[in-house]
């Protein structure tokens, strides 16, 4: 991102643009350019505005889904962020496909998170005919036993990959586009920007909800980052996690610099505006890049993951709790027996609402 404004020579009504994004307007490149470049004396007029757009199509609930490294490492692709490709030294745990046990306990703990939604994630370019058969098999037994939303993030798929997913259950398939057309190749090599936009479109053809975001910090402009808002808008994707770069060692961009939280809370407050009714997830990089000001991502972004990333640690599930809670928010669960069990043996969850009654969509 460019450099951050500490003051504008000029200062935009966030509250008018808010009573046009929710009376239909699409931002433009401008506008959207204004709200990364606004100066941090703006910051709270920019999130109070975004905050209206977010209570219309949000409500108070927050989202928490809950993620599972199914498939770590032994990637061929050279993706720059990503302590799992082939060119990371980063020590990382490596390992092949989970077994269907292993990745029953971790629907078990997404139930016991409060997660609605469960991401099974692997790594590779792209998963083959056995994985994907032995994810559909699995899924099917996790929605019998706990009634998860299921996301899938297994990489390039095939129509048939996708429609096999989708038989079994699969709710949505998770890819990025990680950044702008323009800043892709500098990212990655080993595949294109467009051979994920057709994994998007092969997807949503098998009746697939589309969950696609980015990494916010990569070294990209401004405009990038527009660029992305505007194309993840037009694929209308149901759901954008916003990821900050947590540079690791052992990777390319092992020595970028961390992002500001004031540059972070723009970004969403961008995707947020750029996209009002998406779901909007506060995602990896919060605790390192938000730090004491990650509550306030929850303004703009409606859901978030609890528990740890992929390759690297969140903070406990409890501090996410006592966020969510803390602002007056309140957690979607699940209606499943298993989230009621849950609820039962730990005295009622604290603040819940049921996926039925908060307008998501999800
Ligand atoms: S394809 Fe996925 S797992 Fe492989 S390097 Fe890229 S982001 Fe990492």
Redesign the pocket.
Known sequence: MDAPHVMADRSTDWHALADCVLDGHRITVEEGLDILRSPDVELLDLLAATYRIRRRYHGHKVHLYFLKNAKSGL?????G??????I?DAPIQRYALLNETKLMEGAARAVESQARTYCIVA???GPSDREVGHIASTVKKIKDEYGLHICCCL?LLTPDQAQTLKAAGVDRINHNL?SSRGFYEKI?ST?TYEDRINTLKTCRDAGLELCSGLIVGMGETDRDLVDVAFELRDLAVHSTPVNFLHAIDGTPLGDVRELTPRECLRALCLFRMANPQAELRVSGGREVNLRSMQAMSLYAANSMFVSDYLTTKGQPAEDDFKMVEDLGFEIIIGDHEAHQEWKARNGGAPTVASCETNGCGG
Not at 81 to 86: F, K, V
């Open positions: 990637c061929p692709e050279d993706c962020y990503c302590s799992q490709s082939i990371s790594s590779g370019r990489g990680n990655c595949h």
